[in-house]
């Protein structure tokens, strides 16, 4: 629009400039001036012009309360998470048709949810003969990719490498040399990579998942068969490259699976490669945990392309956001992409002592609702505000609708923008208006 009036009024601009200076200027000088031979035709062209265009203007910059999530994301990728077995909820299924018309009105995106054992998963239920024989399956994946390919969205796929829980037993009780869990790995990326030509169909790869503690030290997990213990760390650790010294410098050593993740990926794809985990977004510990690996992995020349904060926040209104902003910051300045993932906002069950709540320990009526739902949409709105204005190039929500059959750890706390009869809820509209904001400040 600005440059619409450069273009239009520039000589009408001049004389009334020169006519002030003059201190000359009346409304006749003004309408003779329009109105002369000379400029007659064109002021009323531009006149027109204005008039036709200027509606459309103002209509740009109003907030529609009706539109869709994707239609305030143009400079943005927004996903919606569909997961393993849970893709009957997208492609079969007694709602797969709501399912399917929701996703294609708000998302530009999807994230499919591939687990190695998990849903339908990639890794075989028993152990193969040798390394050499494990056979890779990727039919739940390449379904989910086709659908988003054809649908022209962007397609972000999670994960690869996660703690043992998401392995099957067998992996984690089986005693390994360092050069067969490479092999492993070499065979476990070809496979889902190249099946289904995936390597050119999905636009980013999260290859890397909670490697992290699940404290808040910024410490990497440890070796072992617990299902919270990550078997790939048997390949051993590397010297530290990231050359950051003091408080900074949150590890000495680096898990080397990590480095040969990336490195294997990277031969094969062009795709973006992210790393993610959960508690890093708002800084601490394990955030710089996170950015010393990332500078680690930088420095050694490892393509990796994105980091990840997963955001399964809580309605406590008990966050930082300038924080998020700042953590953000450094984060692009080290040369990756920011992703915020995951996101729901849910209530905090989990006590001072370890144990974990119910949902009915915390609300007792509807008035506990209507609190829990007002600080649900302002984390929605400043969370989603807060990381579009800093910078990042990706937000994917962890489901989209409430009571969701799949809806996971979260099921039963509304914890999603949507209801289960597909109605917008208050987060949907705080989002929106966030996506909004973002695009017209």
């Not at 990336?262 to 996170?290: H, P, V, W, Y």
């Not at 399964?312 to 915020?340: C, P, Q, T």
């Not at 990381?387 to 009571?403: E, N, Y």
Request: charged share 25%; hydrophobic share 40%.
């Amino acid at each position: 629009m600005c440059c619409l009036m450069v273009v239009i009024f520039p000589d009408f601009l001049f004389y009334v400039n020169c006519q002030i200076n003059a201190k000359n200027i009346t409304i006749f000088t003004l309408w003779s001036y329009f109105l002369s031979k000379k400029t007659m035709i064109k002021n009323i062209v531009s006149l027109f012009i204005v008039a036709l265009i200027f509606p459309l203007y103002v209509s740009a910059q109003t907030f529609n309360k009706n539109a869709f999530l994707k239609d305030y994301s143009k400079d943005l990728i927004i996903t919606t998470q569909v997961r393993g077995e849970r893709n009957k909820a997208i492609l079969r299924g007694t709602e797969a048709k709501k399912n399917r018309e929701f996703v294609l009105q708000n998302y530009n995106g999807i994230q499919p949810s591939i687990y190695p054992a998990w849903d339908n998963g990639f890794w075989p239920s028993k152990k193969p003969a040798s390394v050499n024989n494990i056979k890779i399956q990727t039919s739940g994946l390449d379904e989910l990719v086709n659908w988003g390919e054809i649908n022209n969205f962007h397609i972000i796929h999670h994960c690869l490498f996660f703690p043992n829980k998401y392995f099957p037993k067998w992996f984690s009780n089986t005693k390994y040399s360092k050069k067969e869990l490479e092999k492993l790995m070499e065979i476990y990326i070809d496979e889902v990579l190249n099946s289904n030509n995936n390597k050119d169909k999905v636009d980013v790869f999260n290859l890397i998942n909670e490697i992290f503690a699940m404290n808040k030290s910024g410490h990497y997990r440890i070796s072992g068969n617990g299902k919270e213990n990550c078997k790939w760390m048997d390949m051993g650790f590397e010297k530290d490259q990231s050359r950051l010294e003091g408080r900074q410098k949150i590890n000495k050593e680096h898990p080397i699976f990590v480095r040969k993740a990336f490195e294997c990926a990277s031969k094969i794809t062009n795709a973006k490669l992210e790393i993610r985990d959960f508690n890093i977004a708002f800084g601490g510990g394990k955030s710089d945990g996170m950015y010393q690996l990332i500078k680690h992995l930088k420095n050694l020349g490892v393509k990796i392309d994105a980091v990840g904060f997963q955001c399964h926040l809580n309605a406590d209104g008990s966050y930082n956001y300038n924080d998020l902003k700042e953590n953000i910051l450094r984060f692009i300045e080290l040369g990756v992409e920011v992703y915020i993932t995951e996101l729901d906002v849910g209530l905090n069950l989990w006590s001072k002592d370890g144990n974990h709540k119910k949902v009915s320990d915390v609300i007792k009526s509807s008035k506990d609702w209507e609190k829990f739902f007002e600080l649900q949409n302002e984390v929605y709105y400043k969370v989603v505000k807060t990381a579009k204005d800093a910078g990042v190039s990706l937000i994917s929500d962890w489901g989209f609708r409430d009571d969701i059959p799949y809806g996971g750890w979260r099921k039963d706390q509304k914890a999603w923008m949507v209801n289960k009869n597909y109605t917008r809820k208050g987060a949907y509209h705080s989002v929106l208006m966030a996506l909004f904001d973002s695009s017209n400040e």
